[in-house]
């Protein structure tokens, strides 16, 4: 079955500094990866999404990549603000194509 | 602004107490999914419906059920809850195909609670 492992649970940076958070995938090969912000006690909200054949994209602050050879994703966030800090989550279609796999997401803390 | 709303905001329940949950969504997606968030995991997918097919996930526990009477609204029904079912559940919707691309757009969530 498809598994989605995100690198850590939790990442603490400076204000100001680049975070870069992991998300690697196995057992499959999906058409195009998504990312999304959960704050405490609320749903997750979409940010990107990027297909297999974009290497990279970008909106404001952040970027993502998507490297289909070593079946992961960077998800980049550059200016990193205190209100920055949330959990990021990395998201896959199901083989089926019908829904979404998360991962447990990665809890980012942006100190000023 | 269109939306998807989920009532209540935090539920309290019994153990052994049928809950329903509520989902209604101004998108007009045709996609709705339900899913179960325990602390500090992924979102577990439980069931969607597409239109009004239903789609239930293998490990899913037949103590849960959905309900979708029309586009808008989904409902989920835990029949007998155990403690174990206290968890944050969420409503997404989706609209199928093309650039959509599964993008989900999610509610608020319920949390809930067994006693």
């Known amino acids: 079955s498809q598994k989605i492992e995100q690198n850590s649970e939790a990442l603490n940076i400076q204000e100001g500094k680049t975070a870069t958070l992991t998300c690697n995938y196995t057992n499959y090969s999906p058409a195009y990866l998504q990312w999304y912000r959960q704050d405490p006690g609320r749903g997750p909200v979409f940010l990107l999404l990027i297909r297999e054949n974009e290497k990279e994209k970008r909106k404001e602050r952040l970027k993502v990549t998507f490297d289909t050879t070593l079946k992961q994703s960077l998800f980049h966030i550059t200016a990193s603000q205190p209100a920055d800090s949330a959990t990021y989550l990395c998201a896959l279609t199901n083989q089926a194509g019908t829904a979404l796999i998360f991962g447990k997401g990665t809890t980012l803390s942006v100190s000023s | 602004d269109a939306m998807v709303i989920q009532n209540p905001r935090y539920q309290v329940t019994q153990f052994g107490k049928p809950v329903t949950l509520s989902c209604s969504q101004t998108?007009?997606?045709?996609?709705m999914y339900w899913y179960q968030q325990k602390s500090s995991q992924a979102p577990k997918l439980l069931f969607h419906y597409y239109d009004k097919d239903f789609n239930n996930e293998a490990d899913t526990p037949d103590n849960f059920q959905s309900r979708r009477p029309n586009t808008s609204f989904c409902f989920l029904d835990i029949r007998s809850p155990g403690l174990g079912d206290a968890a944050m559940y969420l409503c997404?919707?989706?609209?199928?195909?093309?650039?959509?691309?599964?993008?989900?757009?999610f509610g608020a969530g319920t949390r809930l609670s067994v006693l």
């Open positions: 998108l007009n997606h045709n996609v």
């Open positions: 997404a919707t989706s609209s199928r195909g093309g650039l959509a691309k599964n993008i989900q757009y």
